[in-house]
């Protein structure tokens, strides 16, 4: 089992996907991650008051191959690949790029694409944060 740490660094790696620039804990434990996450403002300000914030809370998902989708998101992080939550190219294209076996990327995407984390808004489940094709 990941240790807490671990996990935290999991989350914060995939909420980069989402352009996140601020990622703050409010509580962990080893089945629930909460935090609080932000972009930058749109208009040019030093201000925090003007960032967008939201609240988030993960229950921890378990995937023997979390890592490989973690590696995949930062690929299409660093490749401009992403626009808000959509993948920008269909999934041959993207295992072409990534030059991975068929297989450790088949299992990769289908976690990636499995993974979810809950927005909260005054407390409660509204949303989720997730990756789609």
Known sequence: MKSEARMISSLFRFMLIF???RFWIIS???KTIKARVGWAAAVSSD???DDEIQD???EVQSFDNFEDALKVSEFLIDNGLMLNDKIT???EKLLELMGW????YDAAIKTL??????MLDEGKKTDYFFVHF
């Open 19 to 21: 352009e996140i620039n």
């Open 47 to 49: 201000c925090m008051e």
């Open 113 to 118: 694409l499995n993974i979810k984390v809950d």
């Open 89 to 91: 190219v269909d999934s």
């Open 56 to 58: 988030i809370e993960w």
């Open 101 to 104: 076996k068929k297989d450790r």
């Open 28 to 30: 962990a434990s080893k």
